[in-house]
């Protein structure tokens, strides 16, 4: 009996030292593991503290009933752009959009992605460029030390970028019964003479998703007023508010065609086909909830002539002020004449 005691107590004693390591180790990879995501945090601080300071908006909807992607081109020399082209070259904390752009891609801040051929944007890895390709390609003068990358400010050519390429999309969103115009990428564009002098060519230099750009949009200002240089706002709001004066070169469409092609380079029908869409957005913001007096689906309404809105509303007021004539009139009675006062006759009771 006393040995199978001590043989109990010897069991229970190697049972006890053998789960204490393991114990501890486990603690050991409790704590690796923490020391691991406190690393990864600590290098991607800078990106997630500006999105928790700044928060960015809402990602447009999936399931929208209508939507119509544009691309528009931002001219810089139009008074609605120009504020995102000056100073040229940084002054205290005043940098233009090109220089801020292209201090977080050096950084490594927000990703760039390649301007294919077709002028089509791709989002994928393999379409990820890297920034030094860009300065290589472009002729950038940069330094590199200890593989980074550094620019100097009057080697950022801010100057030549005089153009931005923009894609939007306008939709309904049947959740809240809104209409919304959202930024969904940019692309630089760069003005360059060649060696002859001849006219400046375009070179687009890679697309930016507007939302890994938003976050940091949120520090810095813009100037919206040549008159009062105090009316200032963040740049996140000039793009949310749609204060930028864009035109229309392409749109989404079946045949995967600008509009320069479609209209097979005759400039009257561009400038056409540009206001007739216009016109269309125009025509289905305003007409959001149909017309009262035509079943038109969301299609038909964006298709709506401006001259036939005018013409619908001018129906529209008649229609109310013929309305308010009857109901002012008096009501006429039996047995009276048109013209003749109404009377009423007391009998008295006897």
């Given at each position: 009996?006393?040995?199978?005691?001590?043989?109990?107590?010897?069991?229970?004693?190697?049972?006890?030292?053998?789960?204490?390591?393991?114990?501890?180790?486990?603690?050991?990879?409790?704590?690796?593991?923490?020391l691991q995501g406190k690393q990864?945090?600590?290098?991607?601080?800078?990106?997630?503290?500006?999105?928790?300071?700044?928060?960015?908006?809402?990602?447009?909807?999936?399931?929208?009933?209508?939507?119509r992607d544009i691309y528009r081109e931002i001219d810089l020399n139009r008074d609605a752009n120009a504020g995102l082209y000056y100073p040229v070259e940084p002054i205290d904390r005043q940098v233009n959009l090109f220089t801020y752009i292209f201090k977080l891609a050096l950084n490594g801040y927000i990703p760039v992605y390649e301007y294919r051929l077709d002028g089509n944007e791709s989002f994928s890895d393999s379409a990820r460029v890297q920034m030094k390709t860009v300065l290589d390609n472009y002729h950038i003068y940069y330094q590199e030390k200890d593989g980074k990358l550094r620019v100097e400010n009057s080697d950022i050519p801010?100057?030549?970028?005089?153009?931005?390429?923009?894609?939007?999309?306008?939709?309904?969103?049947?959740?809240?019964?809104?209409?919304?115009?959202?930024?969904?990428s940019i692309c630089p564009v760069m003005l360059r003479e060649d060696d002859?002098?001849?006219?400046?060519?375009?070179?687009?230099?890679?697309?930016?998703?507007?939302?890994?750009?938003?976050?940091?949009?949120?520090?810095?200002?813009?100037?919206?007023?040549?008159l009062n240089n105090a009316a200032t706002m963040s740049m996140d709001d000039y793009f949310t508010l749609?204060?930028?004066?864009?035109?229309?070169?392409?749109?989404?469409?079946?045949?995967?065609?600008?509009?320069?092609?479609?209209?097979?380079?005759?400039?009257?029908?561009?400038?056409?086909?540009?206001?007739?869409?216009?016109?269309?957005?125009?025509a289905f913001e305003q007409n959001i909830f149909g017309d009262k007096?035509?079943?038109?689906?969301?299609?038909?309404?964006?298709?709506?002539?401006?001259?036939?809105l005018k013409a619908?509303?001018?129906?529209?007021?008649?229609?109310?002020?013929?309305?308010?004539?009857?109901?002012?009139?008096?009501?006429?009675?039996?047995?009276s004449s048109s013209g003749g006062t109404r009377m009423s006759v007391r009998r008295e009771r006897h």
């Open positions: 009996m006393k040995r199978v005691l001590f043989f109990l107590m010897i069991t229970l004693m190697t049972g006890v030292v053998v789960a204490q390591p393991k114990k501890s180790r486990q603690q050991q990879t409790e704590q690796q593991g923490r990864q945090s600590q290098n991607q601080g800078m990106s997630m503290r500006a999105r928790l300071m700044f928060p960015t908006a809402i990602d447009m909807p999936e399931d929208v009933v209508w939507r801010s100057a030549e970028v005089k153009l931005y390429y923009l894609k939007e999309s306008a939709y309904y969103n049947q959740a809240n019964s809104s209409f919304h115009r959202k930024v969904l002859f002098g001849g006219e400046a060519s375009k070179y687009p230099l890679f697309w930016v998703k507007y939302s890994d750009l938003e976050p940091f949009l949120s520090r810095q200002t813009v100037m919206t007023s040549n749609n204060r930028y004066d864009g035109t229309i070169y392409k749109t989404n469409n079946m045949l995967g065609k600008t509009l320069a092609q479609i209209c097979e380079g005759d400039t009257a029908k561009l400038t056409a086909e540009q206001k007739r869409i216009e016109a269309e957005l125009k007096h035509r079943k038109d689906s969301l299609d038909s309404i964006a298709k709506l002539d401006p001259r036939e619908s509303k001018k129906a529209k007021n008649s229609r109310r002020s013929m309305a308010t004539v009857k109901k002012s009139k008096p009501a006429k009675t039996k047995g």
